[in-house]
């Protein structure tokens, strides 16, 4: 087979890869589930309950990682949108996987966020959350229910909340 229809074939398989996720057939596990209730730390190191901060409000937890190119271009919007979010009423929750302090303290001094973040430890939060990449994000409704799972945000991202 030649390398321009392997190509193509390639590029067949990710359309439909793409339109299988749209469609919603690779839904997330916890799409329509509560959101686990998981023990991360604050900055200063005290015990934060996930399912407190979110409880009763819409909110979307933000995992991710210094390390991650992706993760800094996703800050970025998320600093944008953060007045709006506030506005709408939804939390925004960053949560760092698996960084030492230090390293995501240096990290947000550099770049100039001024984030309240979450440190997950040892990816316990990520594993519960099924999180399978960073940036990932995590839409939850005021009800506890995972509404959608993205690896980027989206235009929409208020609407995936109503």
Known sequence: MT???RWMMVVVAGGLLIS???AGIFD???????????????MQGQEVSLGSVVQGKKAILFFWA???????????RLKAAQGGLKDAGVALVLVDI???KRDVERFLAQKGFDFEILL???????EEYRISGVPSFVFVAADG????????????????LK
């Open 120 to 126: 997950d430890r040892e990816g316990e939060a990520a």
């Open 98 to 100: 698996a960084e030492p």
């Open 28 to 42: 997330h596990p916890l799409m329509g589930k509560k959101a686990p209730d998981v023990t991360v730390f604050s």
């Open 145 to 160: 229910k995972v509404r959608e799972v993205l690896h980027e945000l989206p235009g929409d991202y208020l609407e995936i």
């Open 3 to 5: 390398s321009w229809k």
């Open 20 to 22: 299988c996720a749209r």
């Open 66 to 76: 210094t390390w991650c190119p992706h993760c800094r271009g996703q800050l970025t």
